[in-house]
T-cell receptor, first 112, second 114 residues
């Protein structure tokens, strides 16, 4: 979507390696979110940020960390990738009032 | 906590049929309600929203009415097209500790045949 980009779009990595996914926005929105999408589970929140250096955990945060040093960038790191983290990862942004969420195009991550 | 329940899919229809996808929610306060659509290989896109009871959201022939008394936000379209084939997500958002964290349903796949 315009205003939010994710990179990379696809990645294959080996078990035990660290992986960082990037979300970049040009909308100057305060809130940014990382979700994973898996068959049968829908969207599950990993972490979110409500400002620079302000982050909090979602429902499936184990094995993941995030950082936000600038308003426009929100990084998701898998400390030591496992096969259970094979998924499609989506970043989303929203203004403070929660009036709607804009999603990126996703990153398909495969851990082998 | 908040939750959203959608009818399980897939929903399979012929072109020009009437569509209903049910969505009910549980929330502690007065949430905003949303429908998102996801086409294959893409992210979710906002389809429509409603911010208070009895509001009707509409877009591209789809509509949904915020029913507080039945805690529902069912998605409807009078005549579906093949191009409507996608996964549809119902979601809510309300303030919690000063933050707005959305809660999504599990999604309902719609398949429309010519």
């Amino acid at each position: 979507d315009a205003g939010i980009t994710q990179s990379p779009r696809h990645k294959v990595t080996e078990t035990g390696t660290p992986v960082t996914l990037r979300c970049h926005q040009t909308e100057n929105h305060r809130y940014m979110y990382w979700y994973r999408q898996d068959p049968g589970h829908g969207l599950r929140l990993i972490h979110y940020s409500y400002g620079v250096k302000d982050t909090d955990k979602g429902e499936v945060s184990d094995g993941y960390s995030v950082s936000r040093s600038k308003t426009e960038d929100f990084l998701l790191t898998l400390e030591s990738a496992t096969s259970s983290q094979t998924s499609v990862y989506f970043c989303a942004i929203s203004p403070p009032q929660g009036s709607g969420y804009t999603f990126g195009s996703g990153t398909r991550l495969t851990v082998v | 906590g908040d939750s959203v329940t959608q009818m399980e899919g897939p929903v399979t229809l012929s072109e020009e049929a009437f569509l209903t996808i049910n969505c009910t929610y549980t929330a502690t306060g007065y949430p905003s309600l949303f429908w998102y659509v996801q086409y294959p290989g893409e992210g979710l896109q906002l389809l429509l929203k409603a911010t208070k009871a009895d509001d009707k959201g509409s877009n591209k022939g789809f509509e949904a009415t915020y029913r507080k008394e039945t805690t529902s936000f069912h998605l409807e379209k009078g005549s579906v097209q093949v191009s409507d084939s996608a996964v549809y997500f119902c979601a809510l958002s309300e303030a919690s500790g000063g933050s707005y964290i959305p809660t999504f349903g599990r999604g309902t796949s719609l398949i429309v045949h010519p």
